[in-house]
């Protein structure tokens, strides 16, 4: 059974970073695409970051492209998601998805597992 398990969200002011992580179990995750989205309050979720789990290029929404990194570690089984320069507009929860099937990664349909999620809140 996949499991995905955010952690690191919390209270930041502006301009500030913080680093979520995303443990994963329950299976290997070689050919999968890892991704975060993040759903800000009375808001649709939107695609955040995404990284095949195997390398290549990741990819960023243009809200965050600059500012967040999507990275991995595979000894741990777990992604990370550096969040620096943070804006109160990243106040949202932020979630883990793994995708399985590889072809595309920006929709939430892309993906068949998720985490709780863990929310952000940045202070102005």
């Known amino acids: 059974q996949v499991q995905l398990v955010e952690s690191g969200g919390g209270l930041v002011q502006a301009g500030g970073s913080l680093r979520l992580s995303c443990a994963a179990s329950?299976?290997?995750?070689?050919?999968?695409?890892m991704g975060w989205f993040r759903q800000p309050p009375g808001k649709e979720r939107e695609f955040v970051a995404a990284l095949n789990w195997s390398g290549g290029s990741p990819d960023y929404g243009a809200s965050v492209k600059g500012r967040f990194t999507i990275s991995r570690d595979n000894a741990k089984n777990t992604v990370y998601l550096q969040m620096n320069s943070l804006k109160p507009e990243d106040t949202a929860v932020y979630y883990c998805a793994a995708n399985p099937y590889g072809r595309t990664w920006s929709r939430q349909s892309d993906y068949d597992y998720w985490g709780q999620g863990t929310q952000v809140t940045v202070s102005s």
């Open positions: 329950g299976r290997s995750f070689g050919n999968y695409i």
